[in-house]
């Protein structure tokens, strides 16, 4: 009897370390592939090499891009004369020594057990159903 009770607890307790261990992970990856972008951008990269970077570390861990789950902005800004780049052409032809590249990359991660679903049930902003939205960004002057 007692354990009927407490079961149903200690499973949420171990799908919620599980479902939130996977979610800290995919944060830590996302926020490393935003850097590891952004030092290829401030190496004198271009808009397709900075892409790449990003497309191969995320096929790493199984994530397919060009994908519905995952949106990257790769945007530079000049100091003098202002002319900001926000694609690639944009990118490739005003992107000089001195700017400022800001890579961000949104993800959206799908919970693997139903607990994390919950999350939104104690205050997570970007918390919807089965999914969370994890945005990371990095900025480097570009060399």
């Not at 592939?33 to 401030?42: F, I, L, N």
Request: hydrophobic share 45%.
């Amino acid at each position: 009897m007692e354990f009927a009770l407490i079961a149903p607890l200690l499973l949420m307790l171990v799908f919620g370390i599980i479902d939130f261990g996977w979610m800290i992970d995919r944060s830590n990856v996302i926020n490393n592939v935003a850097r590891d972008a952004a030092r290829s951008a401030s190496l004198d990269g271009t808009y397709s090499e900075i892409n790449q970077v990003v497309t191969d570390e995320l096929h790493d861990i199984g994530v397919t891009v060009p994908s519905a789950d995952v949106n990257i902005s790769i945007t530079c800004t000049n100091p003098a004369p202002a002319a900001n780049c926000t694609g690639a052409g944009d990118y490739n032809a005003n992107a000089k020594s001195g700017s400022a590249v800001k890579v961000t990359i949104a993800y959206t991660h799908h919970w693997i057990t139903p607990v994390g679903a919950l999350c939104g049930f104690f205050g997570g902003g970007s918390c919807t159903g089965n999914t969370i939205l994890l945005t990371r960004t990095s900025e480097m002057i570009r060399e």
